[in-house]
């Protein structure tokens, strides 16, 4: 009984971890020194579709920085980066561990050793 209750606890930790990893660049860097502690697989799969995202909104506003056609590639990708950070972060309530939309798996691939 006692690891079911224990096995629980950690779950929720892993969730809640997951979970402040999408609430903006400083919940990702609080979720990762929060994982450091206390790895969780759940919490850590959700730190990489994150910092994914993270990078992405890094490299569409670089990307704006081109005049016109920058621009127009900068506005279209923040709704679709925006529409992704909501599946990710509902992913992450839910307790479901799929990749975000288009980038996921990515990502995945991209940060599997950290």
Known sequence: MDS???NTVTTNE???TAIIAY???IGLIIAFVMNSDKKSD???YHIKQ???LALTGLALGIIGMIPILG???NLIGIFVLLFI???GLVNAINGQEKPV???GTMYLEWFKNL
Do not use: V
């Open 71 to 73: 621009w127009i590639i």
């Open 14 to 16: 892993g969730k809640n």
């Open 42 to 44: 759940f919490a850590s």
């Open 85 to 87: 950070w909501i599946m």
């Open 101 to 103: 939309p288009i980038l």
């Open 50 to 52: 994150s910092l994914g």
């Open 23 to 25: 609430i903006t660049i």
């Open 4 to 6: 079911i209750k224990n």
